[in-house]
């Protein structure tokens, strides 16, 4: 018993460790999210400051739907966009940045 949990112990140590001395490249995220709703439709707009931003997807109905936004319809780093067809009532929406490497 003791000799399976040393072993577990010494699997979750090497498991846990970096194999890459590369650091990950994080995008930046949207700031300042606002939605304006209106009938069925929305406005979402938001900010973003990290220049290594290429793309948006912004997702809903469960991450089924989803549109892209390129970084180049930003004015002055402010994405403005509408979802439409979108039947009454609540939603959720995600915003997920990109860089260009993914």
């Known amino acids: 018993m003791v000799r399976s949990l040393y072993m577990f112990l010494l699997l979750c140590l090497c498991a846990c460790s970096k194999s890459s001395s590369q650091p990950e490249a994080i995008p930046g ?3 300042g999210l606002t939605i304006y709703p209106g009938k069925e439709r929305v406005k979402i707009e ?3 400051s990290d220049p290594n931003i290429e793309y948006f997807d912004v997702y809903w109905k469960g991450r089924s739907l989803s549109k892209r936004i ?4 930003a004015v002055d780093r402010i994405v403005s966009t509408y979802i439409e067809q979108l039947e009454e009532g609540y939603h ?4 997920v940045a ?3 490497g993914v």
Not at 70 to 73: D, M, P, V
Request: aromatic share 24%; net charge neutral; proline share 0%.
């Open 70 to 73: 390129n970084k180049k319809e």
């Open 92 to 95: 959720v929406f995600d915003v």
């Open 98 to 100: 990109y860089n260009a």
């Open 46 to 48: 938001f900010s973003f």
């Open 29 to 31: 995220k949207a700031e």
